[in-house]
């Protein structure tokens, strides 16, 4: 049975809840600044909390603090009840951001199921990178960031057109060792970050589609957010958050039409009160 069929939207966004209020905290109290984004910022401004079928919550963090925050979360977290999750050379989560995740849940993604990684419910901390004024390095960071989204995703993209779709396969097809495409997406993200955020104007998400990596974004936005209620918790969002919005979704306050009012994440299966561990080798790691 479809764990869609089994447990309700809403139960998923309360548990995600309670991961974004605790990781709210942590960041304030070791000085690290993030903002909602995404989906969830519009959730905040258009709905107060949650967009009602929304699965996910996104939050944006600018690439210095991006930087300290899984050293700081060893050190200082409650690690037994919350993992700070990112690709590293030992592991690799078919995904860009960084993962806070509930250790005492289970939210397996279909594109994950075979790979032994933290299968819990999450948050996602993407990074932000600050943008060279120059047209030759603003090209640049964009070709290392397709780069970097083909090797460190390894897996194949879904709904970004099909010459992005065979052109991941070839370049996978080509570079099969994990040690040497996780060398490949290591030295792109290196060279995406090298311009920092302290001297640029402007930042950008770049571990994202195409059409995300060219939205700029002032940096004065996400250095000194501002706070808006999500879900009765005071949480910050990008200083100008009309502008956000507008650049990221247009017309933000009208309503998508029914049909598109679906969640974001394909789950092959839920548990929000037991352990992804208690399910290797039966939802996921499963032999063939």
Not at 31 to 43: N, P, S, V
Not at 110 to 125: A, P
Not at 138 to 164: A, W
Not at 230 to 248: C, H, K, N, Q, T
Request: overall charge neutral.
């Amino acid at each position: 049975m479809s764990a869609s069929q089994e447990i309700t939207t809403r139960r998923i966004q309360e548990k995600m809840l309670d991961i974004l209020v605790y990781f709210d905290r942590f960041c304030r109290e070791n000085g690290l600044t993030f903002t909602l984004c995404g989906g969830t910022a519009l959730g905040a401004v258009r709905h107060g909390g949650f967009i009602p079928w929304d699965d996910d919550v996104d939050v944006f963090m600018l690439r210095e603090d991006y930087e300290r925050l899984q050293e700081l979360w060893e050190r200082h977290a409650d690690t037994s009840r919350y993992a700070c999750v990112r690709s590293n050379e030992s592991i690799n989560i078919h995904h860009s951001a960084t993962e806070i995740k509930d250790n005492n849940t289970t939210f397996i993604n279909r594109h994950s199921v075979q790979s032994d990684i933290h299968h819990g419910l999450m948050i996602d901390v993407i990074p932000i990178d600050g943008v060279p004024a120059s047209s030759w390095g603003r090209f640049r960071q964009m070709v290392d960031s397709m780069i970097y989204c083909c090797f460190n995703f390894q897996r194949l993209p879904e709904h970004k057109g099909k010459l992005t779709y065979y052109a991941t396969k070839l370049a996978l097809g080509v570079f099969r060792s994990a040690k040497v495409r996780y060398k490949i997406w290591k030295g792109a993200e290196r060279r995406i970050a090298r311009y920092g955020t302290e001297n640029c104007e402007f930042v950008a998400s770049f571990g994202e589609g195409t059409s995300i990596m060219k939205m700029r974004f002032p940096t004065a936005w996400f250095r000194q957010p501002a706070t808006m209620d999500f879900e009765g918790y005071p949480m910050p969002v990008p200083a100008d958050v009309d502008a956000y919005l507008r650049i990221s979704f247009g017309d933000y306050m009208q309503l998508p039409p029914e049909e598109d009012r679906v969640a974001r994440h394909s789950a092959v299966f839920i548990d929000l009160d037991n352990s992804y561990t208690k399910y290797k080798g039966i939802h996921y790691c499963v032999e063939k």
